[in-house]
């Protein structure tokens, strides 16, 4: 049920990302729960949180700069094709944050280089991943913690030298619920695994309150207003806590859509654990599984409207994730990266010659071998 509770963070998250502010035109599409439900599928007792939000403006960004094949599977696994205004202003419960740092002397685009600023907000850097990678990775992982007010410390362990350039963007949320929960009222109880095992955490309550509140099928969903106007978290979880895994494979956007619809205010009495989480999360297989092939493959990646003339190729898109549910509200925290590294073709094979048996030996001069032997017995 941790996941169950995961569930409905990544959830919020996503509504809020929707609605965030009026100018901003962000296409309806099923990425959200696509990508949740690649990343989660092998992680069955695993807590996870993602941000959908984050992934999909760097996948928008990475598609100004795609052309070919490489762009049409990054606007399939988006699900649109149209252009996109982002919003890039912070404001006071979310802070929303876009860089990208460039290797000297390496040319970019200068089309790719105004959608950057003018589209997303990203700040422009040159740092040298060639000479000095390890300065590099200094300065990317403390824009991560500057941005996420110390939430998120670092994304990268080390950097490729190879790399041209690395696009991220990060998140931080912070609100207060609008009716915070009674500390008194926490206590340890019981917390249902999938299994049906039994385990104590800290749950919170809050008793008799009006809230939004929905039945639809298997389905019960609980909305928590935050003091922030038009912040809330989505509670969602099955009847049954044994069948979690597979309603939770059956969540879509429409289905997510219906479920809020069905809700109306009621008398409600929650109770609820709070928790700390922090994930770590390669999406390389997971943006294949969806269908982003060519943007990993040094030989067939297009991202000719950022460099006409080096072969780029995506080595690596991460992304970390911090949640923390308590009393009195919450605190979330994302950065999404995206390295970009100088493609080339595959490497050969290595190819193994192991002396352990009698061989013939030639020393040469030019053409004219001078001595010719064998060795068959040490």
Same mark, same amino acid.
């Given at each position: 049920?941790?996941?169950?509770?995961?569930?409905?963070?990544?959830?919020?998250?996503?509504?809020?990302?929707?609605?965030?502010?009026?100018?901003? /035109? +962000?296409?309806?599409? @099923?990425?959200?729960?696509?990508? %949740?439900?690649?990343?989660?599928?092998?992680?069955?007792? =695993?807590?996870?949180?993602?941000?959908?939000?984050?992934?999909?403006k760097l996948l928008d960004l990475a598609r100004y700069?795609?052309?070919? @094949?490489? +762009?049409?599977?990054?606007?399939?696994?988006?699900?649109?094709?149209?252009?996109?205004?982002?919003?890039? /202003?912070?404001?006071?419960?979310?802070?929303? $944050?876009? $860089?990208?740092?460039?290797?000297?002397?390496?040319s970019i685009l200068p089309g790719f280089l105004r959608?950057?600023?003018?589209?997303?907000?990203?700040?422009?850097?040159?740092?040298?991943?060639?000479?000095?990678?390890?300065?590099?990775?200094?300065?990317?992982? =403390?824009?991560?913690?500057?941005?996420?007010?110390?939430?998120?410390?670092?994304?990268?362990?080390?950097?490729?030298?190879?790399? /041209?350039?690395?696009?991220?963007?990060?998140? %931080?949320?912070?609100?207060?619920?609008?009716?915070?929960?009674?500390?008194?009222?926490?206590?340890?109880?019981?917390?249902?695994?999938?299994?049906?095992?039994?385990?104590?955490? +800290?749950i919170m309550g809050l008793f008799g309150r009006q809230?939004?509140?929905?039945?639809?099928?298997?389905?019960?969903?609980?909305?928590?207003?935050?003091?922030?106007?038009?912040?809330?978290?989505?509670?969602?979880?099955?009847?049954?806590?044994?069948?979690?895994?597979?309603?939770?494979?059956?969540?879509?956007?429409?289905?997510?859509?219906?479920?809020?619809?069905?809700? @109306?205010?009621?008398?409600?009495?929650?109770?609820?654990? +709070?928790?700390?989480?922090?994930?770590?999360?390669?999406?390389?297989?997971?943006?294949?599984?969806?269908?982003?092939?060519?943007?990993?493959?040094?030989?067939?990646?297009?991202?000719?409207?950022?460099?006409?003339?080096?072969?780029? %190729?995506?080595?690596?898109?991460?992304?970390?994730?911090?949640?923390?549910?308590?009393?009195?509200?919450? @605190?979330?925290?994302?950065?999404?990266?995206? /390295?970009? $590294?100088?493609?080339?073709?595959?490497?050969?094979?290595?190819?193994?010659?192991?002396?352990?048996?009698?061989?013939? %030996?030639?020393?040469?001069?030019?053409?004219?071998?001078?001595?010719?032997?064998?060795?068959?017995?040490?």
């Amino acid at each position: 049920m941790k996941t169950i509770m995961h569930l409905a963070v990544l959830v919020s998250l996503t509504m809020m990302s929707h609605a965030l502010f009026a100018q901003e /035109r +962000k296409p309806q599409s @099923e990425f959200d729960f696509n990508l %949740y439900r690649t990343v989660v599928k092998n992680e069955p007792d =695993k807590n996870i949180a993602v941000s959908p939000y984050g992934v999909q403006k760097l996948l928008d960004l990475a598609r100004y700069g795609a052309a070919g @094949e490489t +762009k049409t599977e990054i606007e399939q696994v988006l699900g649109y094709t149209q252009p996109v205004k982002w919003e890039t /202003r912070s404001d006071g419960t979310l802070s929303l $944050a876009a $860089a990208l740092w460039t290797q000297q002397g390496f040319s970019i685009l200068p089309g790719f280089l105004r959608t950057a600023r003018g589209n997303f907000g990203s700040a422009i850097e040159q740092v040298d991943f060639a000479r000095n990678p390890k300065e590099a990775l200094r300065r990317i992982n =403390k824009w991560c913690s500057d941005n996420t007010k110390g939430k998120i410390t670092s994304l990268f362990d080390d950097i490729d030298p190879l790399t /041209r350039l690395v696009l991220a963007n990060a998140i %931080y949320f912070a609100a207060d619920w609008q009716t915070p929960f009674n500390a008194r009222e926490t206590r340890d109880d019981d917390f249902t695994l999938q299994d049906g095992t039994k385990v104590k955490t +800290k749950i919170m309550g809050l008793f008799g309150r009006q809230w939004k509140y929905g039945e639809y099928g298997e389905t019960l969903s609980l909305e928590l207003p935050y003091k922030a106007t038009g912040y809330a978290m989505v509670l969602l979880m099955p009847q049954n806590p044994e069948g979690f895994a597979e309603w939770e494979s059956a969540m879509t956007a429409e289905e997510f859509a219906l479920i809020r619809r069905s809700m @109306e205010t009621q008398l409600v009495s929650i109770r609820m654990p +709070k928790f700390t989480m922090e994930a770590k999360i390669s999406l390389n297989d997971t943006l294949k599984q969806l269908g982003m092939l060519s943007a990993f493959d040094a030989v067939k990646a297009d991202f000719s409207k950022i460099n006409a003339t080096e072969p780029l %190729y995506v080595g690596e898109v991460l992304q970390k994730t911090f949640v923390k549910v308590d009393e009195l509200g919450t @605190e979330a925290a994302a950065v999404t990266a995206m /390295r970009i $590294a100088y493609g080339s073709p595959d490497p050969p094979k290595l190819k193994l010659f192991y002396a352990d048996r009698p061989f013939l %030996y030639a020393i040469m001069k030019g053409d004219t071998i001078l001595f010719l032997g064998r060795f068959v017995k040490p």
